[in-house]
Nanobody, 120 residues
Framework: QVQLVESGGGLVQPGGSLRLSCVASGSIFSINGMGWYRQASGKQRELVARITSGGSTTYVDSVKGRFTISRDNAKNTVYLQMNSLKPEDTAAYYC??????????????WGQGTLVTVSS
């Protein structure tokens, strides 16, 4: 199958920056959309940013101008550069991919999550 491993979360002061990474491995033929979601305590999971295989990007309004999503197709990796972080960005961040397996089957995969805490 496919595994996603996220890294880069942690504690940062307001106004600071973090860069999240998510590496996909396994029986991968190709990866279509890749994205980052987040879930704050007591709230529903929401889409933060998504990038297509062609590089088109989508962002939730609250992060536009502060976050940048990118991908390295050769490394099956998606990144989320987060700048000007705010306390309301505090959440568990999850990587998500729409992956075509070597078998031809498509599979939606989620990572285990990485915690981002923005606090002074």
């Amino acid at each position: 199958q496919v595994q996603l491993v996220e890294s880069g979360g942690g504690l940062v002061q307001p106004g600071g920056s973090l860069r999240l990474s998510c590496v996909a491995s396994g029986s991968i033929f190709s990866i279509n959309g890749m994205g980052w979601y987040r879930q704050a305590s007591g709230k529903q999971r929401e889409l933060v940013a998504r990038i297509t295989s062609g590089g088109s990007t989508t962002y939730v309004d609250s992060v536009k101008g502060r976050f940048t999503i990118s991908r390295d197709n050769a490394k099956n990796t998606v990144y989320l550069q987060m700048n000007s972080l705010k306390p309301e960005d505090t959440a568990a961040y999850y990587c998500n991919t729409n992956t075509q397996l070597l078998s031809g089957r498509y599979l939606e995969v989620w990572g285990q999550g990485t915690l981002v805490t923005v606090s002074s």
